[in-house]
């Protein structure tokens, strides 16, 4: 069974404060890794997605991926009251275009 | 922008009653999903389809089935709804070759 490992919090930060959001992958054959937002209620939103190693960055958000550790991470820099959310890792099989999701993690930001 | 539209936002049922959850994308993709998602269990995949009247079971098929006759409706029936078929109900949508898939508002079902 592949896996996709987070923790589900909360992660409390105070505004203006850096977030760091973890994912841990279980198939190490992945190679698409995506960042979705999801506010209470409503459907993921995609914020980003990173293919290869190192850190990509967009805006106050970075994805940083680490293929031999297995892992995903996102920074969010300067964060806000309106980041307050949860967060899910998403990671493709290798077999067709399937998604594996973490459980995700809830991200609280403190005004 | 890719819009994904799902047929109801808030739907409540009673036991026995069959379901249909609408799914429609106006980006001429190829591959769709439906999804549930409960508290502390994430998302979890039901069926997907990557092709017109093709379809595959994803990790959770047991109670439902699926239809896609055009390319982009792909729809989710509950052939007899259960209580603990009660979820949120996430479509989901991305071309052929990309991983990236973008999902529709959801539909809130309450099963009675």
């Known amino acids: 069974q592949k896996e996709v490992e987070q923790n589900s919090g909360p992660l409390s930060v105070p505004e203006g404060a850096i977030a760091s959001l973890n994912c841990t992958y279980s198939?190490?054959?992945?190679?698409?890794f995506f960042w979705y937002r999801q506010y209470s209620g409503k459907s993921p939103e995609l914020i980003m997605f990173?293919?290869?190693?190192g850190d990509k960055e967009d805006g106050r958000f970075t994805a940083q991926l680490n293929k031999a550790s297995q892992y995903v991470s996102l920074l969010i820099r300067d964060s806000q009251p309106s980041d307050s959310a949860t967060y899910l890792c998403a990671v493709n099989q290798d077999a067709g275009n399937m998604l594996t999701f973490g459980g995700g993690t809830r991200l609280m930001v403190k005004p | 922008d890719v819009k994904v539209t799902q047929s109801s936002r808030y739907l409540v049922k009673r036991t026995g009653e069959k379901v249909f959850l609408e799914c429609v994308q106006d980006?001429?993709?190829?591959?769709m999903f439906w999804y549930r998602q409960d508290p502390g269990l994430g998302l979890r995949l039901i069926y997907f389809s990557y092709d017109v009247k093709m379809k595959e079971k994803g990790d959770i098929p047991e109670g439902y089935s699926v239809s896609r006759e055009k390319k982009e409706r792909f729809s989710l029936i509950l052939e007899s709804a259960s209580t603990n078929q009660t979820s949120m109900y996430l479509c989901?949508?991305?071309?052929?070759?990309?991983?990236?898939?973008?999902f529709g508002p959801g539909t809130r079902l309450t099963v009675l």
């Open positions: 989901a949508s991305s071309s052929f070759g990309a991983d990236t898939q973008y």
């Open positions: 198939d190490r054959g992945s190679q698409s």
């Open positions: 980006m001429d993709h190829e591959n």
């Open positions: 990173i293919y290869s190693n």
